[in-house]
């Protein structure tokens, strides 16, 4: 079982920025998808963002295209969401997710995809 611990978040105006850091222990991180989720108050739980690590592939829901990136740092086995242009929207907490078996025959914005979570860091963007 990996365990994940993120970090990063906070309270930032709308148009702000800020770097979110997952880090993995245990074991290094390869040939899995690691993902980024978030919640909002009183909605479902949604994929933000998707990497596969090891390999290439970054994927994103379509409201952060051109907003958030995705990155992997593998020497520190970290995975990072970079957030810019924050809106209000963005506003939850955000939790990092591990796939549950190495490979990329799985959706990687798919819930169902990952096995192992970590405890979330909130972002709360004001207007």
């Known amino acids: 079982q990996v365990q994940l611990v993120e970090s990063g978040g906070g309270s930032v105006q709308a148009g702000g920025s800020l770097r979110l850091s997952c880090a993995a222990s245990k074991y290094t991180l390869s040939k899995k998808y690691m993902g980024w989720f978030r919640q909002a108050p009183g909605k479902e739980r949604e994929a933000v963002a998707a990497?596969?690590?090891?390999?290439?592939?970054?994927y994103y829901t379509d409201s952060v295209k051109g907003r958030f990136t995705i990155s992997q740092d593998n020497a520190k086995n970290t995975v990072y969401l970079e957030m810019s242009n924050l809106k209000p929207e963005d506003t939850g907490m955000y939790y990092c997710?591990?796939?549950?078996?190495?490979?990329?025959?799985?959706?990687?914005?798919?819930?169902?995809?990952?096995?192992?979570w970590g405890q979330g860091t909130q972002v709360t963007v004001s207007s």
């Open positions: 997710a591990a796939g549950r078996y190495e490979g990329r025959h799985f959706p990687p914005l798919a819930e169902a995809t990952y096995g192992d």
């Open positions: 990497i596969f690590i090891g390999g290439l592939g970054k």
